[in-house]
């Protein structure tokens, strides 16, 4: 085999078009690199995964044992069409290996007619008097309730809410999560946990701590999670049991174990994995064993913790849908590399090439799936992953959603513009969406932002995946915009609408050192205005509400306006390319609580505006 074919093989490419249109190809020893990350692709195929209805021949008989435990004999060589959805298992008559079978409904859930509208929150930034410093889920449902029954509207959009490992400092950034499969315990309630009213008393000055970190409008994650692991730990020594407790522990398996384990041994050094013990390394070593049973209790807290996450969040979500957002990575020394670190590469990083707006482009620091190797393994962190973030959604939002069928890798240590695109069986992955969604009943956007291919997007369309459309990057007006998108102003990596407008945010850009693309702003700002009509001195208010007048007319079946654009906020939620010590990345509450948010007149006249888009 040729270097070339090995790299095709593997789904290394050689070069790309980038957002500008120019061809970059990619440095030969870029490409050694990311294969030297991936390994040689060995073994023989683990998994199977067909469209229900479709055609598909064997190499031999076999039988098919059914999610459900009953088994089929196929005789003739070929699957049958009427297969159940579901993963099942395939096992041919000459051989004792088994292959996974997925059987897919081909499409995602998206119900006809589809018209609403909603928010999208930064969940953190929801204060509300009775938050502990940061937004938390009794304040995402009481935001649901105002926006379903008060302001008609049919969706939430919300942040990440993955779990960061619990250690300090804590992780700012919800795109950077320890877990995918399990959430962060900064938006627990406490005064909504079992047992906290009649350990009230012991409880208040906690709470008043919390809610005096109100008052500075930066997030102090470090002091929110003190005080709240400190409720925690007493209401524990407190918990008596709970038989939906139990039940969500057998539900969640395995999975939860590892999870909580993750988090003993993630206290116990205050650290990520890599720089653990040796023995503790290795999820399945029996080093591992023996501490999780020397630590069993602690590792029931961490159980408890998850449970009481599940049952807050199925509170609010039974006000109104929830979109959850699903992060393109986890973090390298966090709970899922932890636990699947042969399918992971961490020679290698996950980022974008230089675009229109990043002219340098951007590492995340997030290691990559290895193709092969997840493929091997079944799809099964895909899965896992998948699922854990449709529950309890009404739909779900997947960051950089072109990473399903490529995906930027840079060598380890290496700049952005040196790196490549690999390949992913699109195919077989945007199958186990579609079975997700349509088994959560949950529809599906993709953030089909900066360098997407053609291609890409129509198989997305296809497969029923809603495209992403902001205001701030097409060219047409929003009555001119796809119906099977999710229609917007803007996003938490670009300018609000008072930060584009007043020229703060592009102020802020330059002192910054980030090298702003000045005259792509220049237009967005000048379409923005030609758009709405509206003169270079007209107030910010009447800005955000034409603007939002306008996206109204988006035929789109999703619209949604931003928490920080109905309180003219000018600063962006996140700011590409800085670290926190630069700028508060995901760090800044909305400068008014939720009760004032409440009295908005301009939060009520966005409302109003995209309340028809909705009729």
Known sequence: MTAQSSLDALGVEEGYEDAMGKWRRAPPETCRAIAEAMGDADGEPSVLVVRQGTAQRLSSPAEIILEDGAILRIDNAALPRNLPLGYHMLRYWNSDRDIRLIVSPGRCYLPEPLRIWGWSAQLYALRSSRSWGIGDFGDLRRLAQWSAKELGAGILLINPLQAAAPVLPQESSPYFPSSRRY???????????????????????????????????????????????????????????????????????????????FCVLSEQYNSGWHRWPADYQHLHSPAVARFAADHAERVRFYQWVQWLLDEQLARAAAEISLMQDLPIGVDPGGADAWAWQDVFATDATVGCPPDEYNTKGQDWGLPPLIPWKLRRAGYEPFIQTIRATVRHAGGLRIDHVMGLFRL??????????????????????????????????????????????????????????????????????????????????????????????????????????????????????????????????????EVVERTHQLLAESPSMIVSATLDDALAVEERPNMPATKNDRWPNWSLALPESQENLERSRLALTIASALKRSGS
């Open 183 to 261: 959430r962060n315990l900064l938006y627990l309630r406490i005064e909504e946990v079992p047992g906290a009213a009649a350990l009230r008393i012991k409880l208040e000055g906690l709470a008043a701590a919390g809610c005096a970190l109100n008052k500075e409008r930066r997030i102090d994650r470090d002091a929110v999670f003190k005080l709240k692991m400190a409720a925690l730990q007493h209401l524990w020594s407190h918990f008596s049991g709970d038989c939906r407790f139990d039940r969500f522990c057998r539900e969640q398996g395995e999975p939860l174990d590892q999870f909580a384990v």
């Open 408 to 541: 930027f890798w840079i060598p380890k240590g290496g700049d952005p513009s040196a790196g490549t695109f690999v390949r992913y069986a699109a195919e077989d992955l945007l199958a186990i969406i579609a079975l997700e969604s349509q088994r959560a009943k949950a529809f599906i956007v993709g953030e089909d932002l900066g360098t997407v291919e053609e291609k890409a997007r129509k198989q997305l369309a296809d497969a029923g995946v809603l495209s992403y459309r902001l205001l701030w990057f097409e060219d047409d007006p929003p009555e001119n915009f796809p119906k099977q998108a999710l229609a917007a102003v803007t996003t938490h990596d670009l300018p609000t609408i008072a930060g584009l407008w007043s020229g703060s945010d592009l102020a802020t850009q330059r002192a910054l050192g980030l090298n702003p693309n000045e005259d792509g702003l220049d237009r967005i700002r000048g379409r923005l205005a030609a758009m709405t009509g509206l003169s270079s001195r007209a107030p910010i208010d």
